[in-house]
């Protein structure tokens, strides 16, 4: 009990990085699979996070005495998920335009009727 | 020479890719003023650094330049090694995105011309900025960059086709960059590090099944891109479908960016001989699935797309061999191959648009209407068959030496195994040549005695002949090209030097 406990954190990133390839499997509507893939998405972003993190730690700022560097949660990590999330909107953003124009196209979103090419 | 090392040492390595991103946030600024400078401005940038990184090459080849990021020393900082594989696939890159730029002046005429070339400049920076960085993040930062281009310029022509395979090719490659984040996290969460160096120097300090994890991570990851086998679903739509000039750098550059990732994960940080063999299999599956899958295409796109993915596969053998020849060869492959199919697809840009579709069957009599081009997409065919005198006889002849220098049952069979597919692939090949050269003449001598001539504009001429002379300079003598091949194949294989060029 005491290991889930400690790994609560780590057990709900990869759930929620499950859930969305799950979706992005099974699901049939391009949205859907969009937000599959932006569940998948924050779920790493969230693994980022966890793994620096230090339970009762405290921002990595020498903002007022008596803050030691050994309870500081690790920045490196926070700094690598803006990053990760910047590319996370870019990517999303195209794939919502590109669903715009798959629309236009085909008058459907199911991608089980979108198969000019072999899938 | 001493020249030569002399004016390069002063060349920082961080040009090779500030220039062309600077350049690409330029362009729309640089629309405002004139609507017709923007398709000059990849090719300037490129030209920029295909000077810069030849410069580069000497200097490389002695000790591999390392360049710090914001002035602290490489473990804390995000740095950049120029070593002679990173060099000579960023002078492959530029010279590739040179023609390629060329190309596009005339043949880009339609939609939104401004955002191509922006797009275009970002997809090289992205791989310039991958084969150089020494910084796993940055490496995942710089492969997005590409593949996020690559997407958008996928569906460029905004046609149906095109839409769909981007959307194919997207979700696909999101979710392969989202198991190479997985992999940089658990790397991170073991090691404290992002230094590729650093990584490598502590990576036997854990036990070994926590290292293969973020491996299978980072390697599945990567080998999307890579188009191995089977994970390459998304290629020969996203090939057919784009506009032939992006076919040309998706087939050329992107696929062995992916390579490059993969071999630089697999060799330099984790140093995985257990996972080699597994490598050679793989490569050969994807040989033969690729081949086979192309020899029953009639889209003539398609064909060639599927033919990259059998390229993949020889260059992934040929690197899973691991000893410094099979490297070496597979290097050489990666030029080859980039030279031939940036030839195939330029060339095929204008015989789809003269012939008006895409089918083989469509092809029939375009030898007579475009002699030129027609004779520039056999050479490049012959080259990728293996035939001398072009530059591909040589990589494969290295490769098969190779593999029978290894003096091993199972890749001595294996050659055997791709020589195979190499036939299939000049099945194929000389199929479509017999198309182009050999069929539908009869009834053009009885209907009218002269056929006319609709050679394809002067801008698309000078690229492909460019990359014909290089095939056949390559094809001829390739010892011009084996130092840098052999260095590189050195830099692989070497764990140890890497670490201490970089940490000191």
């Known amino acids: 009990m005491n290991l889930l406990f400690n790994n609560t954190y780590y057990l709900a990133c990869i759930g929620l990085i499950a859930i969305g390839l799950y979706v992005m499997l099974v699901k049939k509507n391009l949205i859907k699979v969009i937000i599959g893939l932006s569940l998948f998405e924050t779920g790493i972003n969230l693994l980022f996070i966890v793994i620096g993190y230090i339970r009762h730690g405290t921002a990595p700022i020498f903002s007022r005495p008596g803050l030691t560097a050994e309870n500081m949660v690790d920045p490196t990590p926070q700094a690598l998920v803006l990053t990760a999330i910047v590319i996370g909107v870019a990517v999303l953003a195209l794939a919502l335009s590109l669903a715009v124009r798959l629309n236009e196209h085909y008058g459907t979103l199911n991608l089980r009727k979108i198969r000019d090419l072999k899938w | 020479m001493s020249e030569l090392v002399l004016l390069s040492n002063g060349i920082n390595p961080v040009l090779l890719i500030v220039v062309p991103l600077g350049l690409a946030f330029a362009l729309p600024f640089l629309g405002f003023l004139s609507d017709r400078v923007g398709k000059y401005v990849p090719a300037v940038a490129m030209l920029f ?170 390697i599945t990851g990567f080998g999307v891109e890579a188009a191995v086998f089977p994970l390459n679903a998304w290629l020969p739509d996203a090939h057919s479908s784009a506009p032939s000039s992006i076919s040309a750098i998706l087939s050329g550059i992107a696929i062995k960016v992916g390579i490059y990732a993969v071999a630089r994960v697999m060799f330099t940080i984790f140093g995985a001989s257990s996972m080699f063999q597994f490598l050679v299999l793989l490569g050969l599956l994807t040989l033969l699935v690729g081949e086979m899958s192309a020899f029953k295409q009639n889209n003539i796109k398609r064909m060639l797309a599927y033919s990259s993915i059998g390229q993949v596969g020889l260059i992934v053998f040929a690197l899973g061999m691991a000893t410094s020849d099979g490297i ?44 030129v081009i027609s004779l520039a997409f056999v050479i490049a065919a012959f080259s990728l068959v293996g035939l001398p005198p072009f530059a591909g006889f040589s990589s494969k002849f290295l490769i098969v030496r190779a593999a029978l220098a290894t003096e091993e049952t199972l890749f001595v069979v294996l050659i055997g195994l791709a020589l195979v597919g190499t036939v299939i692939e000049g099945a194929y090949f000389f199929r479509v040549v017999q198309v182009i050269f050999f069929k539908g003449v009869q009834e053009h001598k009885n209907t009218s005695a002269q056929v006319k001539r609709e050679e394809a504009p002067l801008t698309a001429l000078i690229p492909i002949f460019v990359l014909v002379i290089l095939i056949v300079v390559l094809g001829i003598h390739p010892d011009f090209l084996m130092p840098l091949l052999n260095s590189a194949a050195s830099e692989l294989l070497d764990k140890v030097g890497y670490i201490k060029e970089v940490l000191g």
């Open chain 2, 328 to 371: 070496a060869g597979g290097l050489f492959q990666i030029v080859s191959h980039a030279l031939a199919k940036s030839v195939l697809f330029l060339a095929v840009g204008y015989m789809v648009y003269r012939a008006g579709s895409m089918e083989i069957s469509a092809m029939e009599g375009i030898g007579k209407k475009m002699p």
């Open chain 2, 49 to 218: 650094n295909l000077v810069v990184s030849v410069l580069l090459i000497p200097t490389a080849l002695k000790n591999p330049v390392v360049v710090s990021i914001g002035g602290f020393p490489p473990p804390l900082c995000i740095n950049l090694v120029a070593g002679p594989l990173g060099v000579g696939l960023a002078a492959l890159i530029a010279l590739v995105g040179l023609v390629v730029s060329i190309y596009a002046f005339d043949y880009i005429k339609e939609g939104a011309r401004t955002k191509y070339h922006i797009l275009y400049l970002l997809l090289l920076t992205g791989a310039t900025g991958t084969v150089l960085t020494g910084d796993i993040f940055n490496l995942f930062v710089f492969y997005e960059i590409l593949c996020i281009s690559s997407y958008a310029l996928v569906a460029y022509l905004g046609n149906r086709s095109g839409i769909e395979a981007a959307v194919k090719y997207l979700i696909q490659g999101s979710v392969g960059s989202g198991l190479i984040l997985i992999g940089i996290a658990i790397l991170y969460g073991l090691f404290g590090t992002l230094n590729m160096a650093q990584i490598a120097q502590n990576i036997d300090s854990v036990s070994s099944l926590s290292v293969f994890i973020p491996l299978v991570f980072l």
